[in-house]
DNA sequence: ACAAAAGTGTTCAGCCTACACCCATGG
DNA sequence: CCATGGGTGTAGGCTGAACACTTTTGT
């Protein structure tokens, strides 16, 4: 569907009113990061809008898998955030004029929208990023240093930052942020940056490996200094 | 609103495609109940739609209180409904042939909807319940004991019911399902029907205790055969 | 007096915590 | 050989689990 035509007759094929935005989060150089797109001067979240015959979490699988190339997404609901104030009119009209399009003042976005908000955690290696229709470029940002964000989608990204704080200590999902092996002071390291606080590393170690969730592989790896780590995998 | 009115131009009041149910949740003679309304020979969740200046959350909360008339809701929420499948045209048109009013195939309401679901914990007693323009009567059931029900419904309380399970391990935000005040053995009791499963009195008791949310109440009850048990009530 | 209900204690195991200590590697 | 980084061990404390004991009440 051409630019055009999404505006003048998106809501024939989508849901009006309603839009799903995902929070991508990759891991690099002990930095946690969000998958931005810019749109003029500033950036927003990948996000789109829910065809009329497609299931909710579809639509957001196949928004992340448009964004991301990642054949087996694994999303987490959000939040809604469903303010009245959420009309973003005056936005889509300066993407129009970047676009080179004519502005359709009647268009079904130009209203107020509930968005869905989801995030999803991967490996920045594993992704091939792909930018849209009315998208410039993507980029990488570190969570403390975002850039000027369109709409209010920065609300959105602290949203998943505090969540996957909350999240990771009941569940240990979170080596999609690393390659299939890592070492144990790579996946230490992670867990003290998403938390924000030092975590003992003898303790850390004795928990990970007592869930048995690791296989140990009995290779190496050489690098500077000290001693070398063994490396682990996901158990199948 | 009359309803032919709501049939007709809904849509100019609300946002299209996109409802809000609220399981409510009580807990009487020890067993957890939810408000379900009747219509016809099934039942269904309090719910409503989304005023097009209404905030999402204000909508679920003046939804709850049109229903209980609690004047402090206390509301989580709990998941999207997002199947496509979920288009309630025909049983819209029995709930106008049971309001005797004459059916309107064009309607909004004849179409798509995806449901935001919360759920709220509410001291039965406090309530005062009352019904809507369609729907007939009101009524507690039991989450074991659920009527038939129209929509998707039964599975919503299913995730709520759940949902609550999970919950309360994490926070013990339960006494609002009880009285002002309450004795240990009570809220003991309430526990182990929301886990259904049998905790040790002796921890719970210092559990409870050792949160400091309580204070007791140097009143006691009497009662049947045993000792007096102390009230408590939540710190103010 | 007895059974039942409510409150409190006691013991043991397991886990968290905070280190200390031992291994391996590069300079 | 020493600094650095990685793996493992250990002593103390806190918490949870299971159960015993005591107190209070109706019958």
Redesign the pocket.
């Known amino acids: 569907m051409d630019l055009p035509t999404f505006y003048a007759s998106g809501a024939d094929h989508f849901l009006p009113n309603l839009s799903v935005d995902i929070v991508i989060i990759g891991y690099e150089q002990g930095v946690l990061k969000a998958l931005l797109l810019r749109i003029g001067d500033r950036w927003l979240l990948p996000g789109g809008y829910i065809g009329r015959q497609e299931p909710v979490v579809a639509a957001a699988e196949r928004i992340l898998e448009e964004r991301t190339g990642i054949a087996e997404p694994h999303l987490k609901f959000l939040a809604v955030f469903g303010d009245p104030s959420r009309n973003f009119g005056a936005q889509w009209q300066v993407f129009a004029q970047q676009a080179g399009i004519p502005w359709q003042p009647q268009s079904w976005v130009n209203d107020r929208f509930v968005t869905l908000g989801y995030y999803s955690l991967v490996h920045i290696e594993e992704t091939r990023p792909r930018v849209g229709e009315i998208d410039e470029a993507y980029g990488w940002f570190p969570l403390e240093a975002l850039p000027s964000m369109w709409m209010d989608h920065a609300l959105i990204v602290e949203a998943a930052r505090l969540r996957l704080k909350e999240d990771i200590r009941h569940e240990q999902v979170t080596f999609n942020l690393l390659p299939d092996t890592f070492?144990?002071?790579?996946l230490?390291q992670l867990h003290q940056t998403i938390l924000q606080e030092p975590?003992?590393?003898?303790?850390f170690?004795?928990?990970m490996?007592?869930t048995g969730l690791f296989e140990r592989l009995p290779q190496?790896r050489?690098?500077?200094?000290?001693?070398?780590?063994?490396q682990y995998r996901v158990k199948h």
Chains 1, 2 share one sequence.
Request: net charge positive; aromatic share 4%; hydrophobic share 15%.
């Open positions: 070492t144990m002071p790579e230490h975590l003992d590393r003898s303790r170690q004795k928990k490996l007592a190496r050489k690098d500077s200094p000290g001693r070398n780590p063994y």
